[in-house]
Protein backbone atom coordinates (compact mmCIF):
# COMPACT_ATOMS: atom_id res chain seq x y z
CA UNK A 1 0.00 0.00 0.00
CA UNK A 2 1.42 3.56 -1.13
CA UNK A 3 0.21 6.32 0.54
CA UNK A 4 1.68 9.81 -0.26
CA UNK A 5 0.99 12.99 2.13
CA UNK A 6 1.17 16.63 0.06
CA UNK A 7 2.50 19.02 1.92
CA UNK A 8 5.06 16.44 3.64
CA UNK A 9 7.16 19.50 4.95
CA UNK A 10 4.84 20.44 7.51
CA UNK A 11 6.19 20.68 10.65
CA UNK A 12 3.10 18.54 11.95
CA UNK A 13 3.94 15.54 9.59
CA UNK A 14 6.01 13.70 12.71
CA UNK A 15 2.35 13.38 14.12
CA UNK A 16 1.21 12.04 11.44
CA UNK A 17 3.77 9.52 10.75
CA UNK A 18 3.77 8.52 14.31
CA UNK A 19 -0.35 7.85 14.24
CA UNK A 20 0.28 5.85 11.16
CA UNK A 21 3.07 3.73 13.03
CA UNK A 22 0.47 2.99 15.85
CA UNK A 23 -1.81 2.18 13.54
CA UNK A 24 0.03 -0.44 11.23
CA UNK A 25 -2.10 -3.13 11.66
CA UNK A 26 -4.72 -1.03 10.46
CA UNK A 27 -3.32 0.51 7.76
CA UNK A 28 -0.20 -1.32 6.70
CA UNK A 29 1.43 1.17 4.59
CA UNK A 30 4.85 -0.27 2.60
CA UNK A 31 5.57 2.37 0.62
CA UNK A 32 5.10 6.57 2.53
CA UNK A 33 5.64 9.53 0.53
CA UNK A 34 6.30 13.28 2.04
CA UNK A 35 5.97 15.48 -1.28
CA UNK A 36 6.61 19.29 -0.51
CA UNK A 37 8.43 22.02 -2.49
CA UNK A 38 11.06 22.78 0.18
CA UNK A 39 13.69 20.54 0.06
CA UNK A 40 15.00 21.79 3.23
CA UNK A 41 12.23 21.29 5.11
CA UNK A 42 11.75 17.44 3.49
CA UNK A 43 15.00 16.57 4.75
CA UNK A 44 14.49 17.75 8.32
CA UNK A 45 11.07 16.07 8.53
CA UNK A 46 11.68 13.34 6.40
CA UNK A 47 14.67 11.92 8.53
CA UNK A 48 12.68 12.11 11.63
CA UNK A 49 10.00 10.36 10.08
CA UNK A 50 12.23 7.37 9.23
CA UNK A 51 14.13 7.44 12.75
CA UNK A 52 10.18 7.56 14.34
CA UNK A 53 9.29 4.33 12.03
CA UNK A 54 12.34 2.52 13.05
CA UNK A 55 12.01 3.32 16.46
CA UNK A 56 8.71 1.42 16.38
CA UNK A 57 9.68 -1.44 14.29
CA UNK A 58 7.78 -0.23 11.38
CA UNK A 59 9.03 -2.05 8.00
CA UNK A 60 7.59 0.74 5.71
CA UNK A 61 9.81 2.55 3.34
CA UNK A 62 9.65 6.69 3.89
CA UNK A 63 10.64 8.34 0.75
CA UNK A 64 10.95 12.11 -0.08
CA UNK A 65 10.74 14.15 -2.99
CA UNK A 66 9.50 17.38 -4.62
CA UNK A 67 8.25 16.00 -7.39
CA UNK A 68 4.47 16.12 -7.39
CA UNK A 69 3.93 13.87 -9.98
CA UNK A 70 6.59 10.78 -8.82
CA UNK A 71 4.95 11.32 -5.37
CA UNK A 72 1.08 10.15 -6.31
CA UNK A 73 2.41 7.52 -9.08
CA UNK A 74 0.49 4.50 -8.08
CA UNK A 75 -0.55 6.01 -4.77
CA UNK A 76 -3.44 4.29 -2.87
CA UNK A 77 -4.52 7.12 -1.40
CA UNK A 78 -3.18 11.16 -0.96
CA UNK A 79 -3.56 13.35 2.01
CA UNK A 80 -3.98 16.96 1.43
CA UNK A 81 -2.25 18.97 3.95
CA UNK A 82 -0.89 21.90 2.32
CA UNK A 83 -0.64 25.94 3.29
CA UNK A 84 -0.70 28.11 0.29
CA UNK A 85 1.53 31.52 0.73
CA UNK A 86 3.23 29.40 4.15
CA UNK A 87 2.85 31.49 7.78
CA UNK A 88 2.98 34.04 5.91
CA UNK A 89 -0.19 34.62 4.09
CA UNK A 90 -1.67 33.16 7.25
CA UNK A 91 -0.25 35.94 9.08
CA UNK A 92 -2.43 38.52 6.96
CA UNK A 93 -5.61 36.48 7.01
CA UNK A 94 -4.87 36.84 10.96
CA UNK A 95 -4.57 40.94 10.51
CA UNK A 96 -6.20 42.72 7.55
CA UNK A 97 -9.46 41.65 8.66
CA UNK A 98 -8.82 43.36 12.49
CA UNK A 99 -8.34 46.51 10.37
CA UNK A 100 -12.34 46.52 9.62
CA UNK A 101 -13.31 45.46 12.97
CA UNK A 102 -14.14 41.79 11.72
CA UNK A 103 -12.47 38.67 13.11
CA UNK A 104 -8.83 37.74 11.47
CA UNK A 105 -8.85 34.24 11.17
CA UNK A 106 -7.65 31.49 8.54
CA UNK A 107 -10.74 30.09 8.01
CA UNK A 108 -13.68 31.33 8.20
CA UNK A 109 -14.56 35.28 7.66
CA UNK A 110 -12.59 37.29 4.82
CA UNK A 111 -9.45 35.34 6.24
CA UNK A 112 -10.94 31.90 5.25
CA UNK A 113 -11.81 33.48 2.02
CA UNK A 114 -8.37 34.61 1.62
CA UNK A 115 -7.46 31.29 2.34
CA UNK A 116 -9.81 29.27 -0.23
CA UNK A 117 -9.12 31.71 -3.37
CA UNK A 118 -5.10 30.56 -3.07
CA UNK A 119 -5.97 26.98 -1.90
CA UNK A 120 -8.77 25.70 -4.00
CA UNK A 121 -6.85 26.34 -7.82
CA UNK A 122 -3.96 24.44 -6.21
CA UNK A 123 -5.83 21.61 -4.93
CA UNK A 124 -7.63 21.24 -8.30
CA UNK A 125 -4.31 21.11 -10.39
CA UNK A 126 -3.24 18.48 -8.32
CA UNK A 127 -6.29 16.48 -7.56
CA UNK A 128 -6.16 16.45 -11.58
CA UNK A 129 -2.40 14.70 -11.76
CA UNK A 130 -3.71 12.29 -9.21
CA UNK A 131 -6.75 11.25 -11.19
CA UNK A 132 -4.41 10.95 -14.42
CA UNK A 133 -1.42 9.34 -12.46
CA UNK A 134 -4.27 6.45 -10.95
CA UNK A 135 -8.22 7.22 -11.25
CA UNK A 136 -8.41 4.46 -7.90
CA UNK A 137 -7.07 6.56 -5.83
CA UNK A 138 -8.50 8.56 -3.11
CA UNK A 139 -7.95 11.62 -1.60
CA UNK A 140 -8.18 12.67 2.13
CA UNK A 141 -8.56 16.54 2.28
CA UNK A 142 -7.57 18.09 5.64
CA UNK A 143 -6.42 21.61 3.82
CA UNK A 144 -8.21 24.14 5.38
CA UNK A 145 -10.77 25.55 4.53
CA UNK A 146 -11.84 21.87 4.14
CA UNK A 147 -15.76 22.38 3.42
CA UNK A 148 -14.87 24.71 0.32
CA UNK A 149 -11.52 22.27 -0.66
CA UNK A 150 -13.87 19.39 -0.23
CA UNK A 151 -16.75 20.99 -2.47
CA UNK A 152 -14.51 22.03 -5.41
CA UNK A 153 -12.88 18.58 -5.09
CA UNK A 154 -16.33 16.38 -5.24
CA UNK A 155 -17.83 19.40 -7.93
CA UNK A 156 -14.88 18.17 -10.10
CA UNK A 157 -15.73 14.74 -9.91
CA UNK A 158 -12.72 13.47 -7.57
CA UNK A 159 -13.04 10.76 -4.75
CA UNK A 160 -11.99 13.63 -2.17
CA UNK A 161 -13.55 12.66 1.35
CA UNK A 162 -12.94 15.76 4.00
CA UNK A 163 -11.51 15.51 7.29
CA UNK A 164 -11.33 17.75 10.72
CA UNK A 165 -10.07 16.64 13.59
CA UNK A 166 -13.07 19.04 15.91
CA UNK A 167 -14.65 15.54 16.05
CA UNK A 168 -12.26 13.42 17.06
CA UNK A 169 -10.78 15.60 19.81
CA UNK A 170 -14.08 16.21 21.30
CA UNK A 171 -14.74 12.50 21.31
CA UNK A 172 -11.88 12.19 23.38
CA UNK A 173 -12.23 15.11 25.73
CA UNK A 174 -15.79 13.45 26.53
CA UNK A 175 -14.69 9.99 27.00
CA UNK A 176 -11.89 11.85 29.74
CA UNK A 177 -14.26 13.73 31.71
CA UNK A 178 -16.70 10.26 31.50
CA UNK A 179 -14.00 7.75 32.22
CA UNK A 180 -14.70 5.97 29.13
CA UNK A 181 -12.91 5.08 26.25
CA UNK A 182 -13.50 6.86 23.48
CA UNK A 183 -14.47 3.79 21.50
CA UNK A 184 -17.11 3.77 23.87
CA UNK A 185 -18.85 6.96 22.45
CA UNK A 186 -20.66 8.47 19.55
CA UNK A 187 -21.24 11.77 18.68
CA UNK A 188 -24.33 13.07 16.84
CA UNK A 189 -21.99 15.94 15.29
CA UNK A 190 -24.04 17.77 12.74
CA UNK A 191 -22.79 21.13 10.82
CA UNK A 192 -20.54 22.58 7.96
CA UNK A 193 -17.10 22.34 8.48
CA UNK A 194 -15.90 24.35 11.58
CA UNK A 195 -19.12 25.11 12.44
CA UNK A 196 -20.64 22.37 13.99
CA UNK A 197 -22.67 21.21 16.99
CA UNK A 198 -22.68 18.38 19.28
CA UNK A 199 -26.39 17.42 19.92
CA UNK A 200 -26.01 14.45 21.70
CA UNK A 201 -23.56 11.92 22.96
CA UNK A 202 -24.46 8.66 23.14
CA UNK A 203 -23.02 5.47 24.50
CA UNK A 204 -22.10 2.40 22.52
CA UNK A 205 -23.61 3.97 19.24
CA UNK A 206 -25.98 6.11 17.21
CA UNK A 207 -28.68 4.68 18.97
CA UNK A 208 -27.26 4.40 22.71
CA UNK A 209 -28.26 6.27 25.36
CA UNK A 210 -27.73 10.03 25.01
CA UNK A 211 -25.49 11.37 28.43
CA UNK A 212 -24.85 14.86 27.04
CA UNK A 213 -27.32 15.94 29.80
CA UNK A 214 -25.08 14.29 32.26
CA UNK A 215 -21.92 15.36 30.89
CA UNK A 216 -22.95 19.20 30.45
CA UNK A 217 -24.25 19.02 34.19
CA UNK A 218 -21.68 17.41 35.52
CA UNK A 219 -18.36 19.00 33.47
CA UNK A 220 -19.86 22.27 31.89
CA UNK A 221 -17.69 24.58 33.45
CA UNK A 222 -14.88 22.69 32.44
CA UNK A 223 -16.19 22.46 28.54
CA UNK A 224 -17.34 25.86 28.92
CA UNK A 225 -13.83 26.99 29.60
CA UNK A 226 -12.27 25.13 27.01
CA UNK A 227 -14.97 26.69 24.44
CA UNK A 228 -14.04 30.10 26.00
CA UNK A 229 -17.80 30.34 26.43
CA UNK A 230 -20.15 31.53 29.39
CA UNK A 231 -21.81 28.05 31.26
CA UNK A 232 -24.77 29.65 31.07
CA UNK A 233 -24.80 29.65 27.09
CA UNK A 234 -24.22 25.94 27.28
CA UNK A 235 -26.63 25.14 29.69
CA UNK A 236 -29.14 27.45 27.48
CA UNK A 237 -28.14 25.53 24.18
CA UNK A 238 -27.91 22.23 25.28
CA UNK A 239 -25.05 21.36 22.91
CA UNK A 240 -21.54 21.74 22.50
CA UNK A 241 -20.95 23.59 19.72
CA UNK A 242 -17.39 23.45 18.26
CA UNK A 243 -14.56 26.21 19.32
CA UNK A 244 -15.49 27.82 16.25
CA UNK A 245 -18.54 29.12 17.16
CA UNK A 246 -16.98 31.36 19.53
CA UNK A 247 -15.86 33.57 16.40
CA UNK A 248 -20.25 33.93 16.03
CA UNK A 249 -21.05 34.40 19.10
CA UNK A 250 -18.65 36.25 20.81
CA UNK A 251 -17.48 38.10 17.80
CA UNK A 252 -16.91 41.25 18.99
CA UNK A 253 -15.11 40.21 22.13
CA UNK A 254 -12.94 37.89 20.05
CA UNK A 255 -11.93 40.90 18.02
CA UNK A 256 -11.17 42.76 20.82
CA UNK A 257 -8.55 40.19 22.25
CA UNK A 258 -7.13 39.60 18.45
CA UNK A 259 -6.00 42.80 18.32
CA UNK A 260 -4.33 43.28 21.61
CA UNK A 261 -1.68 39.89 21.27
CA UNK A 262 0.37 38.27 18.67
CA UNK A 263 -1.08 36.65 15.83
CA UNK A 264 -1.36 32.81 16.02
CA UNK A 265 0.59 32.46 12.59
CA UNK A 266 3.61 34.20 14.17
CA UNK A 267 3.04 31.85 17.56
CA UNK A 268 2.89 28.49 15.12
CA UNK A 269 5.96 30.49 12.79
CA UNK A 270 8.07 30.78 15.99
CA UNK A 271 7.21 26.95 17.06
CA UNK A 272 7.82 25.63 13.54
CA UNK A 273 11.36 27.45 13.80
CA UNK A 274 12.15 25.67 16.95
CA UNK A 275 10.73 21.91 15.86
CA UNK A 276 12.75 22.32 13.12
CA UNK A 277 15.69 22.76 14.70
CA UNK A 278 14.43 19.86 17.30
CA UNK A 279 14.20 17.76 14.13
CA UNK A 280 17.45 18.15 13.15
CA UNK A 281 18.95 16.52 16.07
CA UNK A 282 19.76 12.73 14.49
CA UNK A 283 19.37 11.39 18.18
CA UNK A 284 15.21 12.66 17.90
CA UNK A 285 13.39 9.43 17.23
CA UNK A 286 10.18 10.17 18.58
CA UNK A 287 7.70 13.25 18.23
CA UNK A 288 8.49 15.80 20.93
CA UNK A 289 6.40 17.24 23.52
CA UNK A 290 6.20 20.86 21.62
CA UNK A 291 4.07 19.07 18.76
CA UNK A 292 1.61 19.12 20.81
CA UNK A 293 0.92 22.64 20.85
CA UNK A 294 1.10 22.80 16.80
CA UNK A 295 -2.93 22.17 16.79
CA UNK A 296 -4.40 19.49 14.57
CA UNK A 297 -4.66 17.16 17.30
CA UNK A 298 -5.70 13.44 16.71
CA UNK A 299 -5.40 14.02 13.56
CA UNK A 300 -3.05 11.18 12.64
CA UNK A 301 -5.60 8.86 14.07
CA UNK A 302 -8.29 10.22 12.32
CA UNK A 303 -6.51 10.51 9.28
CA UNK A 304 -5.41 6.41 9.05
CA UNK A 305 -8.94 5.05 10.33
CA UNK A 306 -10.33 6.90 7.41
CA UNK A 307 -7.45 5.79 5.27
CA UNK A 308 -8.39 2.20 6.27
CA UNK A 309 -11.81 2.19 5.86
CA UNK A 310 -11.68 4.08 2.18
CA UNK A 311 -9.22 1.43 0.84
CA UNK A 312 -10.42 -2.14 3.25
CA UNK A 313 -7.78 -2.60 5.15
CA UNK A 314 -10.21 -2.10 8.52
CA UNK A 315 -11.27 1.34 10.22
CA UNK A 316 -14.36 2.78 11.65
CA UNK A 317 -17.50 1.86 9.91
CA UNK A 318 -18.78 5.19 11.17
CA UNK A 319 -16.53 8.24 11.18
CA UNK A 320 -16.92 11.99 11.30
CA UNK A 321 -16.11 13.18 7.81
CA UNK A 322 -17.22 16.18 4.94
CA UNK A 323 -19.11 15.28 2.09
CA UNK A 324 -22.04 15.43 0.27
CA UNK A 325 -25.30 16.29 1.91
CA UNK A 326 -27.63 13.95 -0.62
CA UNK A 327 -31.04 15.11 1.37
CA UNK A 328 -29.43 14.36 4.62
CA UNK A 329 -29.98 18.05 5.97
CA UNK A 330 -33.40 18.60 3.72
CA UNK A 331 -32.88 22.62 4.49
CA UNK A 332 -29.28 22.72 2.40
CA UNK A 333 -28.83 22.01 -1.38
CA UNK A 334 -27.64 18.12 -2.13
CA UNK A 335 -24.72 19.29 -3.41
CA UNK A 336 -23.46 20.90 -0.13
CA UNK A 337 -20.68 19.77 1.91
CA UNK A 338 -21.92 18.95 5.17
CA UNK A 339 -19.90 17.11 8.35
CA UNK A 340 -21.72 14.62 9.49
CA UNK A 341 -21.75 11.02 10.90
CA UNK A 342 -21.14 8.95 7.61
CA UNK A 343 -20.65 5.04 6.95
CA UNK A 344 -17.57 4.85 5.14
CA UNK A 345 -16.21 1.61 2.80
CA UNK A 346 -14.54 0.98 -0.01
CA UNK A 347 -17.25 2.62 -1.52
CA UNK A 348 -16.99 5.95 -0.17
CA UNK A 349 -18.48 7.82 2.29
CA UNK A 350 -22.28 7.97 2.77
CA UNK A 351 -24.39 10.15 5.49
CA UNK A 352 -26.18 8.55 8.32
CA UNK A 353 -29.71 9.89 9.18
CA UNK A 354 -29.66 13.10 10.95
CA UNK A 355 -32.36 13.60 13.36
CA UNK A 356 -34.15 16.90 12.97
CA UNK A 357 -31.76 20.16 14.00
CA UNK A 358 -32.64 23.38 15.88
CA UNK A 359 -33.89 26.23 12.99
CA UNK A 360 -31.31 28.29 15.74
CA UNK A 361 -27.97 26.06 14.08
CA UNK A 362 -30.20 25.50 10.82
CA UNK A 363 -30.03 29.04 10.14
CA UNK A 364 -26.83 29.47 10.58
CA UNK A 365 -25.61 26.46 8.63
CA UNK A 366 -28.21 27.87 5.37
CA UNK A 367 -26.18 31.44 5.53
CA UNK A 368 -22.81 29.72 5.91
CA UNK A 369 -23.58 27.12 2.99
CA UNK A 370 -24.19 30.14 0.76
CA UNK A 371 -21.47 31.77 1.70
CA UNK A 372 -19.56 28.58 0.27
CA UNK A 373 -21.29 28.43 -2.93
CA UNK A 374 -20.23 32.04 -3.80
CA UNK A 375 -16.66 31.78 -2.26
CA UNK A 376 -16.10 28.73 -4.27
CA UNK A 377 -17.00 31.13 -7.40
CA UNK A 378 -14.65 32.98 -6.67
CA UNK A 379 -12.01 30.53 -6.34
CA UNK A 380 -13.03 29.05 -9.89
CA UNK A 381 -13.69 32.12 -11.66
CA UNK A 382 -12.11 34.97 -10.17
CA UNK A 383 -13.11 38.51 -10.26
CA UNK A 384 -13.45 41.24 -7.91
CA UNK A 385 -17.81 41.20 -7.82
CA UNK A 386 -17.48 37.27 -7.39
CA UNK A 387 -15.37 38.38 -3.89
CA UNK A 388 -17.33 40.80 -2.92
CA UNK A 389 -20.73 38.93 -2.94
CA UNK A 390 -18.93 35.91 -1.31
CA UNK A 391 -17.59 38.45 1.33
CA UNK A 392 -21.06 40.23 2.08
CA UNK A 393 -23.05 37.16 2.33
CA UNK A 394 -20.85 35.87 5.41
CA UNK A 395 -22.02 36.02 8.25
CA UNK A 396 -19.14 37.85 10.23
CA UNK A 397 -18.74 40.38 7.55
CA UNK A 398 -22.58 41.12 6.39
CA UNK A 399 -22.14 45.01 6.10
CA UNK A 400 -21.63 46.21 2.88
CA UNK A 401 -19.36 48.88 3.63
CA UNK A 402 -16.76 46.00 4.74
CA UNK A 403 -17.35 44.13 2.43
CA UNK A 404 -16.01 46.49 -0.31
CA UNK A 405 -13.12 47.61 1.98
CA UNK A 406 -12.36 43.93 2.38
CA UNK A 407 -12.61 42.81 -1.13
CA UNK A 408 -9.99 45.30 -1.60
CA UNK A 409 -7.43 44.23 0.87
CA UNK A 410 -8.23 40.95 0.41
CA UNK A 411 -7.50 41.53 -3.38
CA UNK A 412 -4.34 43.79 -2.32
CA UNK A 413 -2.79 41.54 0.01
CA UNK A 414 -3.10 38.24 -2.33
CA UNK A 415 -2.30 39.29 -5.98
CA UNK A 416 0.66 37.13 -6.57
CA UNK A 417 -1.79 33.74 -5.55
CA UNK A 418 -4.58 35.25 -7.83
CA UNK A 419 -4.16 34.78 -11.40
CA UNK A 420 -7.00 36.89 -12.63
CA UNK A 421 -5.72 39.58 -10.17
Not at 22 to 29: G, I, K, S
Not at 45 to 54: E, K, N, S, Y
Not at 123 to 137: G, T, Y
Not at 226 to 235: A, I, K, N, Q, V
Request: with cysteine.
Amino acid sequence: MKLTVVGGGSTYTPELVDGLARLRDTLPVEDLVLMDPAQDRLDLVGGLARRIFARQDHAGRITTTTDLDEAVDGADAVLLQLRVGGQAAREQDETWPLECGCVGQETTGAGGLAKALRTVPVVLDIAERVRRANPRAWIIDFTNPVGIVTRALLQAGHKAVGLCNVAIGLQRKFAALLSLEPSELHLDHVGLNHLTWETAVRLGGPEGEDVLPELLGEHGDTIAADLRLPRPLLDTLGVVPSYYLRYYYAHDEVVGELRTKPSRAAEVAEMERRLLALYADPALDEKPELLAGRGGAFYSEAAADLAAALLGGGGSPCQVVNIHNRGTLPFLPDDAVIEVQAAVGVKGASPLPVRPVDPLYAGLMADVTAYEELALQAALHGGRDRVFRALLSHPLVGQYAYAETLTDRLIAHNREHLAWA
